[in-house]
Structures are given as structure tokens and as C-alpha cells.
Nanobody, 123 residues
Framework: QLQASGGGFVQPGGSLRLSCTAS????????TAWFRQAPGKEREGVSC????????VFADSVKGRFTISRDNAKNTVYLQMNSLKPEDTAVYYC??????????????????WGQGTQVTVSS
């Protein structure tokens, strides 16, 4: 079971760090991605980190502003979001995958999907 946390309200230009934690000791074997969905919009793949952490992908809309990392000892994947914009406002979800390929291409072939956390960027 995955749980996303760390969302909140922030002004444009601000930063937030989201965390995705999982129960169970095998989470560090799973490639993990972040998605977001804003009201009235389709779900968007934001970023993925491979099982070993050596490969990462980012949506064009967040490149250069967001980073993704994992601490397998803590069963946690992080999404560091900097220079936030109002268009980043959405509910953010994390998802675990069976394969690096599916994650790194941000498909919907999830192993598991967690509850989201709201991020609101507004002045």
C-alpha cells in the first residue's frame, strides 16, 4: 500500500517535497512514479525513478524544476518540487510498477497506486 504526503499550499516560486511511502519490505524493488491530476484535466505523468535509482524521467512541464529520489532504507520515494507555478496545482499520486520500462515511459501498467496529496500553488 502506498501513501503520498507532503502536499500543501505554497506561493508561486516556492518549494514542496512530496513523499511516497510503502508498507512492506520489498518496495525498494519497485520502480516508482509520480502522477498528478488537476480538476477537469487528464492525469499527467510527472516523473519516474527506476528500481535502482539510476534512471529518471520527467515530464517536459516540470523538467529543471522537479527532482526525484529514493531512500530504499526508508521505503520512501521523494519528489522535490521547486519554482512551483500555479499550473502545478493538482492532486499528486505515486504509483509502483513491475518494470523499469513501464515506469520510465509513464504507462498506466501500475503494480499499486496510492492515495494522493493536494498541492495548491497560488498567490
Amino acid at each position: 500500500q502506498l501513501q503520498a504526503s507532503g502536499g500543501g499550499f505554497v506561493q508561486p516560486g516556492g518549494s514542496l517535497r512530496l513523499s511516497c511511502t510503502a508498507s512492506g519490505s520489498s518496495f525498494h524493488y519497485y520502480p516508482t512514479a509520480w502522477f498528478r491530476q488537476a480538476p477537469g484535466k487528464e492525469r499527467e505523468g510527472v516523473s519516474c525513478i527506476s528500481e535502482g535509482g539510476g534512471a529518471r524521467v520527467f515530464a517536459d512541464s516540470v523538467k529543471g524544476r522537479f527532482t526525484i529520489s529514493r531512500d530504499n532504507a526508508k521505503n520512501t520515494v521523494y519528489l522535490q518540487m521547486n519554482s512551483l507555478k500555479p499550473e502545478d496545482t493538482a492532486v499528486y499520486y505515486c504509483a509502483a510498477y513491475y518494470s523499469d520500462h513501464s515506469c520510465l515511459t509513464l504507462t498506466s501498467d501500475f503494480r499499486s497506486w496510492g492515495q494522493g496529496t493536494q498541492v495548491t500553488v497560488s498567490s
